[in-house]
């Protein structure tokens, strides 16, 4: 019953960034709404969004709990996937900001780095948009 609502609401919230912001900035947080519900339908307890480091290197898109494990979500928003599939546009040195992003955000909440998983969503903005989850795509690097 909720659903449709939660889905309107976020129709009305685009809009509203369409006029406010630029179109890329409003197409990304389209994205993060939509892998944010995405993630909730899954069974995913999400807990953090747009989360910063205080060293401001990074950002973690979504942070969320699946059963023990603390999963960090990457969001790449493209308008189409005519190019290929949006989580192509990861790579090394974005890794490592996660990574780093992660290992602050693991410290300062107290859960063991072995409880953490790297997930990807991507979402192509078609009508219907559609939304898939990659799991664990990033290794658990111990060196950082």
């Known amino acids: 019953m909720l659903g449709p609502l939660y889905r309107l609401a976020d129709v009305l919230r685009h809009w509203r960034r369409l006029r406010l912001w630029n179109p890329e900035q409003a197409a990304g947080r389209r994205g993060e709404d939509l892998a944010h519900r995405f993630l909730q339908d899954q069974g995913m307890v999400v807990v953090a969004r747009n989360w910063r480091p205080r060293s401001g290197a990074g950002e ?28 192509r546009a990861i790579g090394p040195e974005k890794r490592t900001h996660l990574w780093r992003a992660a290992r602050e955000y693991t410290r300062r909440a107290g859960v063991d780095w072995q409880r953490v998983r790297f997930d990807v969503v991507n979402v192509v903005l078609k009508e219907p948009p559609s939304v898939t989850l990659l799991r664990d795509v990033f290794p658990v690097r111990s060196e950082l």
Do not use: C, N
């Not at 709990?65 to 493209?78: A, D, I, P, S």
């Open 60 to 87: 973690l898109d979504l942070v969320a709990w699946e059963g023990q494990t603390l999963v960090f979500v990457e969001v790449k928003t493209r308008a189409s996937d005519e190019f290929g599939t949006p989580d």
